[in-house]
Every structure is written in structure tokens, then in C-alpha cells.
């Protein structure tokens, strides 16, 4: 069974763990509509990507 052969310094751990903090997302505004999106992903509000409809709205009819 694999055990330390020290113990480790507190230091020695926060040092370790500040890598696993969370980062700031970059936000750039989509061409279409202006509003701030993840890069490189489908726009949320107008659903489209670099200028192309990608997902078309269903249009709801009712049956009589």
C-alpha cells in the first residue's frame, strides 16, 4: 500500500491546490444581435452561429 513518506506543509498543499480555482469566462458579443455569448458556441437568443440559422423555430398550430 502506497503511503507519503513525510508529511506534506500546509503551505506545501494550498500551494497546490490554488491551480484549481475558477477562471473568468470570455464573453464577445454576438454579431447578430450584440448580446455576450461563450465563443465559438450557438447564440442562445437568436440561434445562430457565425450568421447561419442553425436551429429553426417550431411554429405551433392549433388543430381545430
Known amino acids: 500500500m502506497a503511503l507519503p513518506s ?3 506543509p500546509r503551505s ?3 500551494k497546490r491546490r490554488a ?4 477562471k473568468k469566462m470570455n ?3 454576438c454579431p447578430n444581435c450584440g448580446k455576450l455569448i461563450i465563443p465559438h458556441r450557438l447564440c442562445p437568443f437568436c440561434k445562430k452561429y457565425k450568421g447561419r440559422e442553425i436551429i429553426k423555430e417550431k411554429i405551433k ?3 381545430v
Open 6 to 8: 513525510k508529511k506534506r
Open 19 to 22: 491551480a484549481n480555482r475558477l
Open 12 to 14: 506545501e498543499k494550498r
Open 61 to 63: 398550430t392549433k388543430k
Open 27 to 29: 464573453l464577445s458579443p
